[in-house]
């Protein structure tokens, strides 16, 4: 079966640093989809890739797929606090399911 | 996008009774599904809510256990039956749109002692 393996587990930067979450699959992806989530909340959608070498930004985030379509990484520029959260990838298999399967988190602390 | 709303936002209960947990889109989907996020876990899938017809459950999951309904594309219900403390979870119902992204509710926080 397919698994998704995030890295780091946790992370704790000074509020100005840069950092990156990588998300890795065995497996060609169909989409890939990252989220944050702030403890004990929904999640809220950050962006969504599904071509090989996409790469998607919003405000001081961005997010990138490789070609192969397997490996996925969040890079935030310039943290803030209000960046703190826990952030998650979710990823079909091979088709346009829906059943979307999550890699276990990353939890970023982002000190002032 | 498509906003989804939850009710209840959380809940506390009793060993062995039942709670539905409602579900509502702002606008139609056609795909719509069930997630639970167990303490300290990530999300896994419960089922696919299909609109008229029975929902699809993922392995280890039974329509006994979590009885869906589907009457129409922006609304669902699940229902955890027969609660025991190992049903205390985050459930979230998610929704994929016509451009294949897929939101999240803010989830049912749900406790049973």
């Known amino acids: 079966s397919q698994e998704l393996e995030q890295s780091p587990q946790s992370l704790i930067v000074q509020e100005g640093k840069n950092l990156t979450i990588n998300c890795t699959s065995s497996?060609?992806?169909?989409?890939l989809y990252w989220y944050k989530q702030k403890y004990g909340e929904g999640l809220i959608f950050l962006m969504m890739?599904?071509?090989?070498?996409e790469e998607k930004s919003h405000e001081k985030i961005t997010a990138k797929l490789d070609e192969k379509k397997q490996q996925s990484s969040l890079h935030i520029t310039a943290s803030q606090p209000s960046h703190a959260g826990i952030y998650l990838c979710?990823?079909?298999?091979?088709?346009?399911?829906?059943?979307?399967?999550f890699g276990q988190g990353t939890t970023l602390q982002v000190k002032p | 996008s498509a906003v989804i709303s939850q009710k209840p936002s959380r809940d506390i209960c009793q060993r062995g009774t039942s709670l539905t947990i409602q579900c509502q889109v702002d606008?139609?989907?056609?795909?719509m599904f069930w997630y639970r996020q167990q303490p300290g876990q990530s999300l896994t899938l419960i089922a696919t809510a299909n609109q008229g017809s029975e929902a699809t459950y993922e392995s280890g999951f039974v329509i006994d256990k979590f009885p869906i309904s589907r009457p129409n594309l922006t609304f669902s219900t699940l229902t955890v039956s027969n609660m025991s403390p190992e049903d205390s979870s985050i459930y979230l119902c998610?929704?994929?749109?016509?451009?294949?992204?897929?939101?999240f509710g803010p989830g049912t926080r749900l406790t049973v002692l």
């Open positions: 497996k060609t992806l169909y989409g």
């Open positions: 606008s139609q989907v056609t795909m």
């Open positions: 890739l599904q071509k090989g070498g």
């Open positions: 979710g990823a079909d298999g091979s088709s346009n399911t829906g059943k979307l399967i």
């Open positions: 998610s929704v994929r749109d016509g451009t294949d992204t897929q939101y």
